[in-house]
């Protein structure tokens, strides 16, 4: 009678126990979801970027500020966005000319060097948020797998 009653207690006891680590560990997981939704919605900077661009400067159009490496010269710009433009992803890139429409090859050919400046900083801005974008969901990725692997999360 006392072993058996021993026994029961030491059953209910693991399973009051396994119970607690299943609910301890669907709160971490929630609690992680919640994280990693919170960053993807901070990393929406596509909005900033094109707000950014679209206020007028306190500088003109003519200064460009240098940061980093130095840029190509105006004609390895003028081929590229020419590329963008064949290519069909000026849109994609925000490259908008006069009436809000995508770049025509023509507007570029005919564009001063300052509209080519212009142009050519927003390409590598939009290109800039893509790759951090892409790169903090790799990361973002990468880290649930490991959280996969050491919390054995279904």
């Given at each position: ?56 400067s306190e500088k003109g159009l003519d ?47 005919a564009a001063s060097p300052a ?40």
């Amino acid at each position: 009678m006392c072993l058996t009653t021993l026994l029961l207690v030491s059953c209910f006891t693991l399973q009051l126990y396994t119970a607690c680590m299943i609910t301890s560990a669907y709160r971490r997981y929630i609690r992680a979801r919640r994280c990693v939704h919170n960053i993807i919605e901070k990393m929406q900077v596509d909005d900033l970027i094109d707000q950014m661009l679209d206020e007028p400067s306190e500088k003109g159009l003519d200064v460009v500020e240098e940061t980093g490496p130095p840029p190509p010269p105006d004609d390895k710009r003028r081929e590229r966005l020419a590329s963008l433009v064949a290519g069909g992803q000026a849109k994609q890139y925000g490259l908008v000319g006069r009436g809000g429409k995508p770049l025509t090859a023509e507007q570029v050919d005919a564009a001063s060097p300052a509209e080519v400046a212009k142009w050519y900083s927003r390409y590598e801005a939009k290109l800039g948020a893509q790759m951090t974008k892409t790169l903090g969901q790799a990361l973002l990725g990468l880290y649930a797998k490991a959280a996969g692997v050491v919390l054995t999360i279904p």
